[in-house]
């Protein structure tokens, strides 16, 4: 059951067990290779020269893996004042990211114009107060194209009934607007969702260029992020094919080019096609039992540790790591689940794994993107430590375990 890791060899020979027994449980594990395989896969996915990769920093914001990902080339896509500081210091430069903003206050707005971070807005309103903020400045706009797609409903960001954009029935406000407020539009981006393979993902390009031919002036145009990773490695499920979407993206392009007649940059905004696969995360089984049909196996990995399974239903490949002395032939259809005090606290449900026992180290692969950083304190419990497994095969911890002190140091006024 260890066969996908040792494909990549992912822990470059550490046991697991042994990862565990020295930083704690449950603990990320993160594979420097892989993520530095990925960011180069983006970075080179197109051969126009003015394609530019910006990392989804909400996908994973440790700054160690945002600093590794900088020196990949990547730049930064952020959502939040937050991620603007995280990125900044792993080292980004102001005009090196995108603030790609939902709802957010003045405030944060204000944030973004003093420290020369472009900010995308995606509504009128908003559009509206950066004027406000940002006289004879630049912004760019996030159109809802109508193309939208994702692994669930939850993720779906384009498309009709969504939060995300501006309708392109818009586009006429949208100029009036900039123009009374004396802004420019120096880019138009849109965002279909997460987890789709190559087909949406370029009818959301062909949507978005469309849009693109109504401005006349624009120094970008963002296609968004989106791109699946298989997280049914273990079923045999094929990556996503590179060099057909770069092939197809790339006549899109340079098409483009030679139409508009002013040398534009194209954006793409992946976060789990950099992040998910060079992430592991390690828990510990600690009980295992039926109830009547069913067979649980009782772990550390409750969902403030690991959200995915639980918010969107994902499927996530389970690894059992054990000694070789050890290893049981007998599989059971088993569904394991976490310690919070929920019962849509689970990880994986009804798999068929050899029997677990107390103590067992299982590993939740793909877990890189969406992981730590959707993690919590629910239940008052630490969030985990974070180790890279660095080209050099040595392991450097990169983010300690919550501690009670920490976590206690908000609650004033006791
Ligand atoms: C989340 C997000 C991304 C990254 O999505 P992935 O599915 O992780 O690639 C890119 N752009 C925007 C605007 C996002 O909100």
Avoid at 53 to 82: P, Q, W
């Amino acid at each position: 059951m260890t066969e996908v890791t040792d494909r990549t060899n992912f822990f470059e020979g550490h046991d697991p067990r042994e990862l565990v027994a020295k930083y704690g449980s449950p603990l990320y594990v993160y594979s420097e290779k892989t993520l530095r395989l990925r960011c180069r896969e983006m970075v080179s996915l197109s051969s126009c020269p003015n394609v530019i990769v910006n990392y989804a920093v909400k996908a994973n914001t440790n700054l160690t893996l945002l600093k590794i990902a900088r020196e990949c080339g990547c730049r930064a896509d952020i959502s939040s004042m937050g991620e603007a500081v995280a990125a900044m210091e792993a080292g980004f430069r102001p005009d090196e990211m995108l603030f790609m903003v939902n709802n957010v206050s003045a405030d944060e707005l204000s944030f973004a114009v003093e420290k020369g971070i472009t900010v995308c807005v995606d509504s009128l309103t908003q559009l509206a107060t950066l004027g406000r903020l940002n006289p004879g400045g630049k912004v760019a706009v996030r159109f809802n194209s109508g193309v939208g797609g994702g692994h669930h409903e939850n993720v779906v960001t384009g498309g009709d009934g969504t939060k995300f954009g501006i309708m392109p029935d818009k586009i006429a406000m949208v100029k009036l607007l900039a123009k009374q407020n004396n802004l420019k539009i120096a880019g138009i981006t849109h965002h279909i969702g997460s987890q789709n393979w190559g087909d949406l993902y370029l009818a959301g390009v062909d949507a978005i260029l469309k849009i693109a031919r109504e401005f006349s002036d624009l120094e970008f145009i963002d296609f968004g992020g989106g791109f699946a990773i298989p997280y049914n490695k273990q079923n045999g499920e094929k990556p996503l094919d590179l060099r057909a979407l770069s092939s197809a993206l790339d006549s899109k392009l340079f098409d483009f080019n030679k139409e508009y007649g002013k040398s534009v940059n194209f954006i793409i905004e992946p976060g789990r096609y950099i992040a998910a696969e060079c992430g592991v995360l390690l828990g510990t089984v600690h009980s295992v039992k039926s109830n009547n049909t069913k067979n649980f196996a009782g772990t550390d990995l409750g969902f403030s540790v690991f959200k995915r399974p639980t918010v969107y239903d994902a499927h996530h490949d389970i690894e059992i790591y054990r000694g070789q002395s050890a290893a049981s032939t007998k599989t059971k259809n088993v569904n394991i689940v976490g310690n919070q005090c929920e019962s849509g606290d689970y990880i994986a449900k009804e798999r068929e794994l050899p029997e677990l026992f107390d103590g067992d180290i299982i590993g939740v692969l793909d877990a890189g993107a969406y992981g730590y950083s959707m993690s919590c304190q629910y239940n008052f419990r630490p969030r985990p430590a974070e180790v890279l497994i660095q080209l050099d095969k040595s392991v450097k911890l990169i983010r300690r375990r919550d501690n009670f002190t920490d976590m206690l140091a908000n609650m004033v006024g006791l």
